[in-house]
């Protein structure tokens, strides 16, 4: 066997195998084109420590999930305020109206 046939079957094995692994993969084609962005972003993040960049990524991430609950939380509060105010306003309106009507069917007789 030549040196030329023994490169043409490695890089048509090389193929095979790409495909295979393209096929198998579960992140798009587009996505997988990005993976060395990715890990190049979080290695920065990490001044070139890629573990610290994770650290820096899960830290970002448990500020952001805390930041959101306490959003949540504090627009619900707001929410609750705005409805008792709207309501006690509701029922003193209904009342004084309630009251007028009152005095007026009981000072016309």
Partial sequence: MTKEEIKAIINEAVAMGIKEHVAA???PLDAQKQIGH?????????DGDIRKGVEVLRNHH????????VRNKLGNTILGVFIALLTTGLLT????????VLKKIFTSS
């Fill in 38 to 46: 990715f890990f190049g972003v979080v290695t920065d993040l990490g």
């Fill in 25 to 27: 993969c579960p992140i």
């Fill in 93 to 100: 309106l209904l009342s004084s109206g309630f009251r007028e």
């Fill in 62 to 69: 448990k500020f952001i999930s805390n930041l959101t609950n």
